[in-house]
């Protein structure tokens, strides 16, 4: 298998990853948050290892936070046919073959080893995704070996001179599936693995799994990581209560998606600690929690809206708004329809869910700029003056995106008057009842202890 010099920085990839990056950044996620940009080593044989929730959406959000050209490992199922394989090459992606890619396979395995660490001894970014596989949930899943594996491998070939580093990387994501939402990418401190190298010589086992035990405990702390899978769902609507309380209280925090996440993890501690500390305070929580969840579910209601009250005038008010606002939306709709919704019917047969955005993403920079040419080019064409092609083609992105949020907005209006013609319903009193026993709970033993 050849990989040519993959590794080495490529003018041609540094100019090409420029417009992904910019429609990552700024178009198709409402805001990237960074924190730990300082713990980035400026230079060495670094190693980064970040959770994997989100397919190749995970790649691009390390890559969209600074001008560099990691050199990444990904599962070798990815690399169908020739071209891809070229493609994925030319995008600094090594293959990574698993047991369920056929025994034979992983004989390939020795020539990518190989190769990551003559990228570390050549002091580049290698990244590496050591749950070794995606899935949209706030776990952090059992890690693998082959990171520390390469680590020593890369130490000993170098005479353990070499000082490679690993970085815990947590991604969070607001939302796995929707257009402009927001995302955090949180750096951690470096481990050292020359710390390590001293075991590694005695008993090359015992010092794989103390370090694979370092970066699953550094990279927990970067992320919502739910341990509790039994009551993994009561953990997630706990977090979707209690998280605006803690911010609210706080008031130097401001209610951003990185705070959220921040306050999410408080939250995630504060139930695995009362679990440990008060089991009969936790199972009553729990319970509470656990009917509170299945009525909403049933009622095909969020949180959001039993948090507070709203009155009919704010409701009619609202839906005054969003009639006054339906032509700028149906403008936007019909002129972003066709590029907007064809990866979606594309995407449809795709099992894998979660790699339904990457392949959008994908898509999307193809599908606008051919589809938004060919329709500035009719414009020119067949519309008189020329400015008035040039104002219709900047208001057809803007349009797009307002119209984008008006559909969220219309869910919540319809949502509210759902509530308003159903609050007296014994369901709806019910989960007022239950959220008020939820927090005052949470309330009595959280902010007490602070």
């Given at each position: 298998?050849?990989?040519?010099?993959?590794?080495?920085?490529?003018?041609?990839?540094?100019?090409?990853?420029?417009?992904?990056?910019?429609?990552?950044?700024?178009?198709?996620?409402?805001?990237?948050?960074?924190?730990?940009?300082?713990?980035?080593?400026?230079?060495?044989?670094?190693?980064?290892?970040?959770?994997?929730?989100?397919?190749?959406?995970?790649?691009?959000?390390?890559?969209?936070?600074?001008?560099?050209?990691?050199?990444?490992?990904?599962?070798?199922?990815?690399?169908?046919?020739?071209?891809?394989?070229?493609?994925?090459?030319?995008?600094?992606?090594?293959?990574?073959?698993?047991?369920?890619?056929?025994?034979?396979?992983?004989?390939?395995?020795?020539?990518?080893?190989?190769?990551?660490?003559?990228?570390?001894?050549?002091?580049?970014?290698?990244?590496?995704?050591?749950?070794?596989?995606?899935?949209?949930?706030?776990?952090?899943?059992?890690?693998?070996?082959?990171?520390?594996?390469?680590?020593?491998?890369?130490?000993?070939?170098?005479?353990?001179?070499?000082?490679?580093?690993?970085?815990?990387?947590?991604?969070?994501?607001?939302?796995?599936?929707?257009?402009?939402?927001?995302?955090?990418?949180?750096?951690?401190?470096?481990?050292?693995?020359?710390?390590?190298?001293?075991?590694?010589?005695?008993?090359?086992?015992?010092?794989?799994?103390?370090?694979?035990?370092?970066?699953?405990?550094d990279l927990s702390t970067l992320i919502i990581d739910i341990k509790d899978s039994a009551n993994y769902d009561n953990f997630e609507i706990a977090r979707t209560i209690f998280a605006p309380y803690i911010i609210r209280k706080n008031h130097k925090l401001i209610n951003n998606f990185k705070n959220q996440i921040e306050a999410g993890k408080e939250v995630v501690t504060f139930l695995s600690d009362l679990k440990e500390?008060?089991?009969?305070?936790?199972?009553?929580?729990?319970?509470?929690?656990?009917?509170?969840?299945?009525?909403?579910?049933?009622?095909?209601?969020?949180?959001?809206?039993?948090?507070?009250?709203?009155?009919?005038?704010?409701?009619?008010?609202?839906?005054?708004?969003?009639?006054?606002?339906?032509?700028?939306?149906?403008?936007?709709?019909?002129?972003?329809?066709?590029?907007?919704?064809?990866?979606?019917?594309?995407?449809?047969?795709?099992?894998?869910?979660?790699?339904?955005?990457?392949?959008?993403?994908?898509?999307?920079?193809?599908?606008?700029?051919?589809?938004?040419?060919?329709?500035?080019?009719?414009?020119?064409?067949?519309?008189?003056?020329?400015?008035?092609?040039?104002?219709?083609?900047?208001?057809?992105?803007?349009?797009?995106?307002?119209?984008?949020?008006?559909?969220?907005?219309?869910?919540?209006?319809?949502?509210?008057?759902?509530?308003?013609?159903?609050?007296?319903?014994?369901?709806?009193?019910?989960?007022?009842?239950?959220?008020?026993?939820?927090?005052?709970?949470?309330?009595?033993?959280?902010?007490?202890?602070?």
């Amino acid at each position: 298998m050849k990989f040519t010099n993959l590794e080495d920085p490529n003018w041609l990839y540094g100019l090409v990853r420029v417009f992904p990056t910019v429609v990552h950044n700024y178009i198709f996620y409402k805001k990237i948050y960074t924190m730990g940009l300082e713990n980035i080593p400026k230079e060495g044989a670094v190693i980064f290892a970040p959770n994997h929730q989100n397919a190749l959406m995970d790649a691009l959000i390390l890559i969209s936070v600074k001008n560099w050209q990691p050199v990444f490992m990904a599962r070798a199922d990815i690399f169908a046919g020739q071209f891809i394989r070229r493609f994925l090459f030319f995008c600094k992606i090594l293959p990574i073959f698993r047991m369920r890619d056929g025994k034979d396979s992983l004989k390939e395995n020795n020539a990518v080893f190989q190769k990551a660490v003559e990228v570390l001894r050549k002091k580049r970014y290698l990244v590496i995704y050591p749950e070794a596989s995606h899935k949209g949930i706030h776990k952090l899943r059992p890690l693998k070996k082959g990171i520390t594996r390469i680590a020593f491998m890369a130490e000993e070939a170098s005479n353990y001179t070499l000082g490679v580093k690993i970085v815990p990387v947590g991604i969070s994501y607001q939302d796995y599936f929707d257009f402009r939402t927001n995302a955090l990418i949180n750096f951690g401190k470096p481990i050292n693995v020359e710390d390590y190298n001293a075991l590694y010589k005695e008993n090359p086992q015992k010092a794989n799994h103390e370090l694979v035990g370092r970066i699953t405990k550094d990279l927990s702390t970067l992320i919502i990581d739910i341990k509790d899978s039994a009551n993994y769902d009561n953990f997630e609507i706990a977090r979707t209560i209690f998280a605006p309380y803690i911010i609210r209280k706080n008031h130097k925090l401001i209610n951003n998606f990185k705070n959220q996440i921040e306050a999410g993890k408080e939250v995630v501690t504060f139930l695995s600690d009362l679990k440990e500390s008060d089991s009969q305070t936790f199972d009553e929580l729990i319970s509470y929690l656990s009917q509170y969840n299945q009525i909403l579910t049933k009622s095909n209601l969020q949180d959001w809206i039993i948090r507070k009250k709203y009155k009919i005038w704010g409701i009619l008010l609202r839906t005054f708004i969003l009639l006054a606002a339906l032509p700028i939306t149906i403008f936007g709709f019909l002129n972003n329809f066709i590029p907007y919704h064809t990866p979606y019917l594309l995407t449809r047969k795709i099992k894998d869910k979660n790699f339904h955005t990457s392949v959008r993403f994908a898509l999307y920079l193809f599908l606008f700029p051919i589809f938004y040419t060919v329709t500035f080019v009719l414009l020119c064409k067949y519309l008189e003056p020329w400015w008035l092609s040039f104002l219709y083609m900047i208001l057809v992105p803007i349009t797009g995106i307002f119209s984008h949020r008006y559909y969220a907005v219309v869910k919540r209006i319809i949502a509210l008057w759902k509530l308003f013609f159903n609050q007296r319903k014994i369901s709806y009193l019910k989960l007022r009842i239950l959220r008020t026993k939820i927090v005052n709970i949470f309330e009595k033993i959280y902010f007490n202890k602070k």
